[in-house]
């Protein structure tokens, strides 16, 4: 494997892994120009800080926990932020192998296909770590509190675990439902489908993470369960040679590690394959379908929908913000009338703070500068063409936030009956 390949091609899928972000960085390149400026380097400098920001602030959320006394919060902290990077990692690897359509252009080139495959499953990786690095600073600090200084070693190893366990586990779900989905002739459909439905599954974890960590400093003593498998990072340091250190982390590791090899050994070659398999096996079926000016451009502007990455990241980021910086519903729900104006302006800065270029509807609207120069040669009016784009993605956003408060308010109600 030449490891020269492997890098130039993780820079290139790195770009698929994640548009949002490309788009944010071209567009401040045209508005400060810089010299020497690479694309890459910046995203990478970007994910390196997130990923920074993403620990220092949810260590402040797990500070202040007794772990030793409540074991199952551990477990069901290491569920909610391994589920968010299940999900995470696995669009971001669908969107790397299945929406970059880019395998046939690299059968020309003396690569591999483990090269490739290698390449794109790090980049997609480096894009999930960010629901992932919470859990080193949780580790740690759980582990201090049963075995002192010892503990930042081995939650560091237990911490790489769980990363392996995570990555397998993501690139064999995004190899068979991707397999699966670009056989059919509805693809594209099928596929903002499970995007849409990956989006609405990891914002669940997100919003429970702060309600739980509310929940637990507000109770105190909290007797939450140890949840199956995960309570195997528990087990290790409470009793690493027990039978249930055995059942929960030895056994599932063992599992994962031949499924691993199996997948390196069996899927990995045969990668070119399948990618040209795939898309010779769809042969979609040509239809008349007549429809007016308004209908296809309706269309066009919501097949920006299938784009999986802009969902993920502009609708669950700035949700995500929120919870990390809000203190839960037990927290909101020792507030009277008397701070609503106070709340008022808080909630008026997070709209400001997720109303930006890198929001839902400025992205989509900024994703038309490929297609722009080819809808101004078209004989329809630019300016219709553009407000009709704005106002059908200011009603998608608006729409799912109505829905998101009017669920909050629900909420609320039942917490002051």
């Keep these: 494997m ?3 390949h492997v890098w130039e091609l993780f820079k290139i899928n790195l ?7 490309v788009t944010s960085l071209q567009k401040r390149q045209e508005k400060k120009k810089k010299a020497n400026f690479s694309i890459v380097n910046a995203m990478l400098r970007q994910q390196l800080l997130i990923l920074i920001i993403f620990t220092i602030i949810y260590s402040y959320l797990f500070v202040g926990i007794d772990y030793k006394a409540n074991p199952g919060v551990l477990t069901l902290y290491l569920l909610t932020f391994s589920v968010m990077g299940l999900l995470q990692t696995f669009t971001a690897l669908y969107s790397t192998f299945y929406d970059s359509k ?15 495959f290698l390449a ?4 997609g990786f480096m894009v999930g770590m960010t629901f992932m690095v919470p859990i080193l600073s949780l580790l740690i600090l759980a582990y201090w509190q049963f075995i002192g200084p010892l503990g930042i070693p081995v939650g560091l190893f237990a911490f790489i675990l ?3 366990i995570n990555l397998v586990l993501s690139v064999v779900l995004a190899n068979s439902i991707g397999t699966m989905i670009v056989r059919s002739s509805r693809q594209k459909l099928y596929s903002s489908i499970l995007m849409t439905l990956s989006t609405i599954l990891i914002m669940l974890p997100i919003m429970m993470v702060g309600f739980l960590n509310g929940y637990i400093k507000g109770a105190g003593h909290v007797n939450f369960p140890l949840l199956p498998y995960l309570r195997g990072y528990y087990d290790v340091v409470a009793a690493p040679l027990s039978m249930e250190t055995l059942l929960n982390l030895y056994l599932p590791l063992g599992l994962v590690l031949i499924l691993g090899y199996w997948f390196y050994k069996v899927r990995m070659p045969r990668y070119f ?11 979609p079926q040509a239809k008349a379908v007549t429809r007016s000016q308004r209908q296809v451009l309706v269309r066009h502007h919501l097949s920006t929908l299938g784009n999986s990455t802009l969902i993920i990241n502009t609708y669950v980021v700035p949700v995500l913000y929120m919870i990390m910086l809000g203190g839960g519903a037990f927290f909101l729900k020792d507030l009277g009338p008397d701070y609503f104006g106070l709340m008022l302006l808080v909630g008026i800065a997070f709209g400001f703070f997720s109303a930006q270029p890198t929001s839902f509807l400025g992205v989509a609207t900024s994703l038309e500068g490929t297609n722009f120069d080819f809808i101004r040669s078209l004989p329809i009016n630019t300016g219709d063409y553009l407000r009709q784009k704005f106002w059908i993605f200011y009603g998608l956003q608006v729409s799912v936030s109505l829905l998101l408060g009017g669920l909050g308010l629900i909420f609320l109600a039942h917490l002051h009956p």
């Design 2 to 4: 030449n490891w020269n």
């Design 102 to 116: 880019d395998s046939k252009v690299y059968l020309p080139l003396p690569l591999k296909p483990s090269e490739v």
């Design 15 to 21: 770009l698929y892994a994640n548009p949002q972000a």
């Design 120 to 123: 794109k499953t790090l980049s």
């Design 273 to 283: 394959h399948e990618a040209i398999y795939n898309q010779k096996a769809r042969k």
């Design 162 to 164: 769980c990363l392996f």
